[in-house]
């Protein structure tokens, strides 16, 4: 019977004649016994395997490396050893795929994230890249569990579009190449079968109106901006969860923030709890009291005007200025997070002009019910907002920001037609791992970062 090595390692009794298939971590010979460590992505954990030098030649043996992948049949049986429960005493080995030792680059030493990153074909076989991908899998399946057992419907929205959700032009045009057309001249800014498209920065304006149809909804999925920012938080392409409720206002929407990202930490310290282990230990001594913080405190609310007010009274002295009408950058963020109030920070109520044109204009005329979620060590997680439901409201600040009513014609119908509160937000995915693994750079929790500079996997 073939086991995963979760599965064995899990073993309640000794188990006669199972299969382990997997790749040699190590290998370590002594007085007619090889002890391998074969891991197979299952679990952080390695299987020990004791080959008999009965079993196999001594010739055959320099093949099997690290590397190396192998199948081995033998008796699960408990071990002498202190650590783990369970080894195989193997009866038979295969080498299904060898691996050079004078080759093969993951050899058994530490290698540097930006080495890794050049081999982002071979990384997810470390441990800190195989944890990072465990914890990614955990974080996504817990974000379907959590909204499905809040009653909210997972809906898709599209990846090509024709509108632009943020306004803020960094979007990546589209182009229906036809190679008979290519040596002709080619309007590469209006080219999808003659209209203009793009990759969608964000899929809430068609979550709106299945909110508007289906009441709590969310959809999960890429979204590209085509910022040439190279910083460890930005990426051209990145996943984001957004949810999107309707008869809701900005108070609920935080709630729901609040709650999600509690809900999250809690799930993946349970579901992941040797690779969460395996960060706390070696990538970040603090991480373990940052879960434990998110769990235990209610995060702090305060308005952009407060927060500004902090951020010029504070003695830091900050790169970006301070003022209000401006936006905060990520050190005035991780202030505010890290040094100030040292746990998460809502920051809501920002003056409109900083902020995307669907967000709710407040009763000062000046400000809109927008949110932004910042979490120490990596600042904004969350943007969100409760949305302009009033039709005339939408309308003027359209003109305002020049953006063409015919084009959001159906936008605009949601509010024509049966129109009410709603709000939502977008949760940066990978910014989210970085938050539950401590992980400093974006590059290294999405298994093919696309950044300026990387398109090669
Ligand atoms: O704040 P943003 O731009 O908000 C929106 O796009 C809204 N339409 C979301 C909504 O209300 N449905 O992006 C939301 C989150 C940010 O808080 C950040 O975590 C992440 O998406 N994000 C990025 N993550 C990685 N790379 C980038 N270039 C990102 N840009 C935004
Ligand atoms: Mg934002």
């Given at each position: 019977m073939r086991l995963k090595v979760l599965q064995a390692l899990r073993s309640e009794n000794a188990q006669k004649d199972i299969v382990i298939k997997g790749w040699i971590r190590t290998r370590r010979d002594s007085k007619g016994f090889s002890f391998l460590e074969i891991n197979d992505g299952s679990c952080l954990k390695n299987i020990q395997a004791i080959l008999s030098w009965d079993v196999i030649s001594k010739d055959s043996l320099s093949k099997f490396t690290t590397g190396a992948a192998v199948s081995v049949k033998g008796d699960l049986v408990e071990s002498p050893g202190k650590g783990q429960k369970w080894e195989i005493q193997v009866n038979e080995i295969k080498l299904l795929g060898e691996a050079p030792a004078d080759k093969y680059p993951l050899q058994k030493k530490r290698h540097s994230d930006e080495f890794l990153r050049t081999i982002a074909h071979l990384r997810p076989r470390t441990n800190k890249y195989g944890a990072i991908n465990r914890v990614r899998s955990a974080l996504a399946f817990g974000i379907h569990k959590f909204f499905n057992e809040r009653g909210f419907f997972y809906v898709h929205s599209p990846i090509l579009t024709g509108s632009d959700c943020e306004g803020a032009g960094e979007m990546f045009t589209v182009t229906a190449l036809d190679l008979q057309k290519i040596n002709k001249q080619i309007d590469f800014t209006q080219d999808f079968f003659g209209k203009k498209a793009h990759l969608t920065v964000s899929g809430q304006l068609e979550a709106e109106i299945l909110a508007c149809a289906l009441g709590d909804v969310y959809t999960f999925g890429p979204t590209f901006r085509a910022e040439n920012s190279n910083t460890p938080r930005h990426a051209a392409e990145f996943w984001m969860l957004e949810p999107e409720m309707a008869f809701a206002d900005l108070e609920d929407d935080m709630d729901l923030a609040e709650d999600l990202v509690k809900w999250l930490v809690e799930y993946i310290m349970n579901s992941c709890e040797d690779d969460i282990g395996l960060f706390a230990k070696f990538l970040d001594k603090e991480l373990k009291n940052r879960l434990d913080l998110v769990l235990n405190s209610s995060f702090e609310r305060v308005s952009y005007g407060e927060a500004i007010h902090i951020l010029q009274k504070s003695k830091r002295s900050f790169e970006f200025p301070v003022k209000y009408g401006l936006d905060l950058q990520t050190e005035h963020e991780r202030y505010l997070t890290e040094d100030y109030f040292k746990k998460p920070v809502f920051v809501f109520d920002y003056p409109k002009e900083i902020k995307a044109f669907y967000m709710r204009l407040n009763e000062d005329q000046k400000t809109v019910a927008a949110m932004d979620l910042l979490v120490p060590k990596?600042?904004?997680?969350v943007g969100g907002s409760q949305r302009e439901e009033r039709l005339d409201v939408l309308e003027t600040r359209m003109d305002e920001v020049g953006l063409d009513k015919e084009e959001y014609w159906w936008y605009l119908d949601l509010r024509r037609f049966g129109s009410v509160p709603h709000a939502g937000f977008g949760l940066g995915f990978e910014r989210l791992i970085m938050f539950v693994t401590g992980v400093s750079n974006i590059r290294d929790v999405i298994p093919f970062p696309r950044t300026p500079k990387s398109l090669e996997f």
């Open positions: 990596v600042g904004e997680l």
